[in-house]
């Protein structure tokens, strides 16, 4: 029997980007805010000191600060006539745990969507005709403009402190910049990451070709910098730890970085870790949410009543959460009714690797975020009326690191072990580099999420189930970019290319990207999305459910950028429902 | 019910959170602890960041010396096996001479040899599409166990002698069977035993010295992985440049200091 804690103004589940975001705006308020986490407390100083921090092994191959597959996980299948089996290990996917969340072992690109991406299906039908659009999609456009959201991209951008170029401020295109990106008020705080070898043979092949390339936007920050909550960070070393590790630096973006310095000093905040919130808690006509019911580190059961519930874990444990608790209608894809798990997403990667006869990429000397892209191909920035294909993709030269348990690149052919092996492992490793496709992913109807059958968690609640495949048209635009990456590779002066296609049917072993997307989408109907245009539940108006679950589709790019706007887009909607509470859009 | 592993913040080393948290909560009184009837059962954070100098937790080094798993025919096996796969050669040292074989054994002795980690709940299927991943049973410690104990039995019937007896041709053609399911084990995957050997000999070639692998840093000479410097600004300064200071592991350079 749950025992009942006092009352708080504000409960919010998970403290990662959006959780600790919400808290520090709330508190600052005044609101007696508490943040539940069911992994660890992690800080830079404990957790990622230089002395431990840069180990490939424990962090990138064990998953230490990852959550546990024993204590969560998935079931999987590609299709709805299959049986869904465990994700016993982590391999396409790597979600987090503890305090900071993805926000902690993340690369770092922090990107904006294109204009076009939030009415994608209205701009495709316009432009094209409804016969472009694939068999089985649930496109569907965002209840948000980009006009609306580029000050939150803005305060986001600030409050991460991103390094980059502009392209397009208020209107003017910026050299060096994406000129297709959409207007900006403002430059990036920090100015971009210097690039590498690579990256100057890219800029220059592209160039040539007639592209636009330009430093990606960057969450590991090239200079120093004291964001708007009054947080410090520091230069960027290139280290080539960013992805899967904690930044001992202080040059990632990250909550520990940007954020719970200032949010730990609010005295009305309350962090708890170690505690794991198993239900959102409803009163007895389901219309308004009490509070959550929560499991601590040692089984106890405690119920924390409160006015205002901020569901902001990582964007599948949000989907899990509202279907455990009963909030929203659960996706039936034989029907096509209910919200709940609708429009699950993901990401494609494919693109070339370029061998070249002579040269020495240094690829250790690296960061998440390092990296030159294009965007000639993304979204609709060229004509998709030739491919029969919707979407895009954003094309980079990068190098994130050197890491050598996973990064011992051999060309075709390269026996998998003895002599052979290891001298063509020395002999590549400085020789080659990529050009990779991060394409976007549509939503489909039999592309879902629900509650697994048969298999539980250690509470012996369900798991939740994933169904996803790639579908035709994201295998075509994916293997058509990875055409477009081997162009590229070619005018950089590589002397062998090897195409990487996209690996069908989707699998979990090796990992892709943890860009999942979609469940508990926002929508402007509430027969098609679980949330209104302000992350406000349709069904339970004291709910705002945070993160990527919100995003109708993918678009091609990272996922984060976007992630912190709609949250402080939300805020700004939770600020208005604090003066006057209930639905912020009539049903 | 729960696993109290250091993922949640429950470990020895992890942030002193346990036993050994009296002295912590009584300097940061704002750190405070839930206490119920059962005990300490969770962490509340308020007022001030948690945190103290130096408490970063390491690993434990590794000591060189023995075998805490593998038996010393065992660990003869995997040696033979992992020499073959990354040999001593004109370009340096093996996976014997770095020290994998002890790499291995440590890891089966932790939460890695016994999937503790993992999601390890029936029902196993017996039929899992190949985009399902792992799916067995059999943890490290087992696949390890049964493994060796299959490719010994496999080894005495069909050449009437062990595994390091063959020589090296011999066990080539061994291994590059097993890798592709081309030799019958008795009783156990021929694959899944090579994938065992094959991923954790890489992973003991390429990690950290800390963990009993890598030993002299032999891998990272061998690609010219600089190891965790963590500070490349001069090197992007470069590019094109080849890079030439030595690496450098967690525990320094052998040039630092005592061995």
Redesign the interface.
Known sequence: MARRLPRKDVVIVGLGWTGSIVAYELARLGLDVVALER???R?T??????????????YA???????????E?LT???DPS??A?????W?SFLPG??VGGAGLHWNGQTWRFLPDDFRIRSHMIERYGAGIMPEGNQIQDWPVSYDELEPHYDRFEQVAGISGKAGNIKGTIQPGGNPFEGARAREYPTPPL????AQ?LFTKAATGMGLHPFPRPSGNISAAYTNPYGCSMAPC?????CEWFGC??YSKSSPQTCV??AL??E?T???????EVTKVNLSADGKMATGVTY??????EWEQPGDLVLVCAFSLFNVRLLLLSGIGKPYDPATGEGVVGRNYAYQTGSGASAFFED????P???AGSLGVALDDYNSDNFDHGPHGFVGGASITSAHTN????RY?PVPPGTP????A???A??DT??RVTYVGAQGSVMSYRNNYLDLDP???D??GRPLMRMTFDYQPNEQKMANWMAERCQEIAKAMGANSTRLSRLGV?????PYQTTHNTGGAVMGSDPNTSVLNRYLQSWDVSNVFVMGASAFPQNAGYNPTGTVGALTYWSLEAIFKYLKSPGALVPR | MRPTDRSRGGGAFHHGIGAGTTRRAFLLATAALLVTSKGVSARVITKVLPWRPNEAYPVTPVVPGGYLFFTADEAAVVEAFAERLIPADELGPGARQAGVTTFIDRQLTGPYGGHDWLYMEGPFSKNPLPSQGLQSELTPRQQYRNGIAALEAYCKATFNRGFVELDAAGQDKLIAGLEKGEVQLPNFSSKMLFNAIYTNTIEGFFADPIYGGNRDMVGWKLVGFPGTRYDFRDVIDRPNQAYTLPPVSMQGRPAWGER
């Open positions: 992994g660890p407390w800080d100083a404990s957790d990622f000191n230089i002395g431990t921090a840069p180990d490939e092994l424990r191959v064990r998953h230490d600060i990852f959550l546990r597959p024993k204590q996980t999987m299948r590609n299959q049986t089996l465990p994700i016993r290990k391999g745990n503890g210097k690039q590498g070898y100057s070393t290139y280290c080539g730890f001992a630096n719970l310095p730990v000093r005295p905040f309350e962090a708890r870790t170690d505690c499991v601590d580190a040692a089984g106890e040269a020495k990429f240094n250790f000397a690296a050197g890491r050598p348990i011992h998998a072990w003895g002599s092996w290891k001298k492992v020395k490793y400085q048969t298999y539980k250690p509470l049917p989707w699998s979990v072993v």
